[in-house]
């Protein structure tokens, strides 16, 4: 149990363009979902806390206009990287928790902007 | 957000060796996760631990929650090739978790 899929895993787009990204918990109800971004050989960065039907809660210098979260529903959460460009290239990770103490990752996304 | 002191920062053993990391913290955590993470993939649960001194094994995994609820250890005996990866530590506290920066684990077979 407790799989998180993620969709695409790879996308590259033209620099300006918008790029979506699901998450979905495919067997359990997510309270929260969590998104991430990792640079090579770096630890997870968060970036953005998201409950269901509420305002995604962005972290200090992320922008919430550029990274747009909507948690539609408490199996789905989206994030779109609006007019993007090369230097928002990276490995963007989300996860979900469900009612209990425990974090479940998705395998990621690469995004890369040429 | 708040990243957790994760130690060491990489290692490179030979096959069959014992590993041992650990994470510490100035602040107290509920629950410690500890995550495995192969390229190009998401991190991987591997033990969860919600009682301070509690020692939890899977497999050839063992992990504890320190006793003052400010650290946790990960150790891995036996390793094998298919060890290798970044292994992380994470802390809840609250509906927040905070990650350690990770611990880059080499194999030689």
């Known amino acids: 149990g407790a799989v998180v899929s993620q969709h695409p895993s790879r996308v590259i787009c033209k620099s300006g363009t918008s790029v979506k990204i699901e998450c979905r918990s495919l067997?359990?109800?997510?309270?929260?979902m969590f998104w991430y971004r990792q640079f090579p050989k770096q630890s997870l960065m968060l970036m953005a806390t998201?409950?269901?039907?509420?305002?995604?809660?962005?972290e200090q210098g992320v922008e919430k206009d550029k990274f747009l979260i909507n948690h539609a529903s408490l199996t789905l959460s989206t994030l779109t990287v609006t007019s993007a460009h090369p230097e928002d290239s990276s490995f963007y990770i989300c996860?979900?928790?469900?009612?209990?103490?425990?974090?479940?990752f998705g395998p990621g996304t690469r995004l890369t902007v040429l | 957000g708040q990243q957790l002191n994760q130690s060491p920062q990489s290692m490179f053993i030979q096959e069959g060796e014992d590993v041992s990391m650990n994470c510490t913290s100035s602040?107290?955590?509920?629950?410690w996760l500890w995550y495995k993470q192969e390229p190009g993939e998401g991190p991987v649960l591997l033990i969860a631990?919600?009682?301070?001194?509690e020692l939890t094994s899977n497999g050839r995994l063992t992990a504890q929650f320190g006793i003052t609820r400010k650290d946790s250890f990960l150790n891995i005996s036996a390793s094998i090739p298919s060890d290798v990866g970044i292994y992380f530590c994470?802390?809840?506290?609250?509906?927040?978790?905070?990650f350690g920066t990770g611990t880059s684990l080499t194999v030689i077979p």
């Open positions: 996860s979900a928790r469900d009612y209990g103490d425990e974090q479940f």
């Open positions: 067997d359990f109800q997510a309270t929260t």
């Open positions: 998201s409950n269901e039907g509420s305002k995604a809660t962005y």
């Open positions: 602040s107290i955590f509920n629950t």
């Open positions: 631990l919600y009682k301070a001194g």
């Open positions: 994470a802390g809840r506290r609250g509906g927040q978790f905070y």
